[in-house]
């Protein structure tokens, strides 16, 4: 049984850096692409950024791109979200993913939505 679990959510202000964990357990982890989604208030959950099963690889939506680094340990089984210069249109709950095709490429995971889902942990950037 796969299962993802988020940490690291909180109110930051505008400027502002969080870090989101997601710690992974019930497959062997190095073999999927792993990546963080979130959903705004009122709006549909997107992909914010995807790693590739082998580190390799990564995708972020234009609106992060800079800002936001996603990046694994395999070791740990455990994929980050390092957030800076956060910005109040990030406010959202944030998702952890899990691929559930093995082997697949960061861009792959982010055109699709069946993945392996964490509960969600709420960012909320203040102005």
């Known amino acids: 049984q796969v299962q993802l679990v988020e940490s690291g959510g909180g109110l930051v202000q505008a400027g502002d850096s969080l870090r989101l964990s997601c710690a992974a357990s019930?497959?062997?982890?190095?073999?999927?692409?792993m990546g963080w989604f979130r959903q705004p208030p009122g709006k549909d959950r997107e992909c914010v950024a995807t790693?590739?099963?082998?580190?390799?690889?990564?995708y972020y939506v234009d609106s992060v791109k800079g800002r936001f680094t996603i990046s694994r340990d395999n070791a740990k089984n455990t994929v980050y979200l390092q957030m800076n210069g956060l910005k109040p249109e990030d406010t959202a709950v944030y998702y952890c993913?899990?691929?559930?095709?093995?082997?697949?490429?960061?861009?792959?995971?982010?055109?699709?939505?069946?993945?392996?889902w964490g509960q969600g942990t709420q960012v909320t950037v203040s102005s």
């Open positions: 019930g497959r062997t982890f190095s073999n999927y692409a």
């Open positions: 790693i590739a099963w082998s580190g390799g690889g990564t």
């Open positions: 993913a899990g691929d559930r095709i093995p082997r697949t490429t960061a861009v792959f995971m982010g055109t699709r939505s069946g993945h392996y």
